[in-house]
């Protein structure tokens, strides 16, 4: 930071004051804050619009099996692909395979299919991972500088007058201010989604036990049926 900023400038402490008389380091790693706060709020606006739909999918489809009407392959994509990886496996009769045998490959392929459905849930959480974790450090490095620049000024000017260590000061807490803004919803969109996507993955599982045991039985019932 330029050690000539007049007081009138110093006394002039707004947002972008504080930015454009910042020191080339501290500008960086305001600017990769804010970046990655932007970069945050993106992926929790994102998040709440698909992971609401894929929580309707995960209810519905445990709606259906629990009322015992049967699962419509057309009411979502999850729905599709479960029952679809399902029919797979299903239509598959190895010789010698026992119910319980092929009842576990059902719902092993039922079970991967879901998981796939929901893999889009867990894309942006190494970011928010990453920025609730790094971003307060990255801050923290920018407060360090400020302040070294603060007591560079001090050196030059010969002089202890707040107008002197004002701005520097002023732009080091304003970075500490920026990690935290980054940081915080960070850890917050993280935590919730993070939990929300192992939550769904329970229920599928849960689900897809149910749905392997009906097709299984199913299939057998039919095949005694038919001898």
């Known amino acids: ?18 930015f454009i008389t910042a020191d080339p380091v501290v500008k960086a790693v305001m600017a990769l804050l804010v970046a990655g706060s932007i970069g945050v709020w993106a992926i929790v606006v994102e998040k709440m619009a698909r992971t609401r739909g894929l929580r309707r999918a995960v209810a519905a489809f445990r709606g ?10 057309g009411q979502s994509p999850l729905a ?22 092929r009842r576990a490959r059902v ?30 450090f990255v801050g923290l490095f920018g ?13 030059r000017s010969q002089d202890t007058s707040l107008a002197v260590v004002a701005p520097g000061i ?9 990690g935290l803004i980054a940081a915080v919803p960070a ?8 939990a929300g996507y192992r939550a769904l993955q329970g229920e599928i599982a849960a689900s897809v036990e149910r749905l392997g045991a009906e097709l299984v039985h199913r299939r057998a019932a039919a095949h005694r049926a038919a001898a």
């Open 1 to 18: 930071m330029d050690a000539t900023v007049p007081a009138a400038a110093a006394g002039h402490l707004s947002f972008v004051d504080f």
């Open 64 to 73: 259906a099996l629990a009322s015992g009407r049967g699962v419509d392959p």
């Open 80 to 101: 599709q692909a479960i029952l679809a990886a399902a029919a797979r496996e299903l239509s598959l009769e190895p010789a010698g395979e026992s119910l319980g045998e």
């Open 107 to 136: 719902e092993r392929a039922a079970r991967r299919a879901g998981i796939e459905a929901l893999r889009p849930l867990a894309a942006g959480l190494p970011f928010l991972a990453t920025v609730s974790s790094a971003g307060p």
């Open 143 to 155: 407060t360090v500088w400020g302040i070294m620049n603060s007591f560079s000024a001090i050196a």
């Open 170 to 178: 002023a732009e080091a807490l304003f970075a500490t201010a920026l």
């Open 187 to 194: 850890v917050v969109a993280y935590n919730r989604y993070a």
